[in-house]
């Protein structure tokens, strides 16, 4: 199934996460720091609590 994700914060990049591993995910943001972070795949979310 393809999916299409509007948003990759908290909410949007983990619903992504957890998407993909059955799914074929498309994340799409605004941002182009958080979409070429993403790409590299590094996370664009700092948590330092995680």
Excluded: F
Aim: charged share 20%; hydrophobic share 50%.
């Amino acid at each position: 199934m393809k999916i299409a994700v509007a948003g990759a914060g908290y909410v949007g990049l983990s619903n992504a996460v957890l998407l993909a591993q059955y799914n074929r995910v498309t994340a799409y943001d605004i941002i182009q720091d958080k979409v070429d972070m993403i790409n590299a795949k590094q996370s664009p979310i700092i948590d330092h609590d995680l």
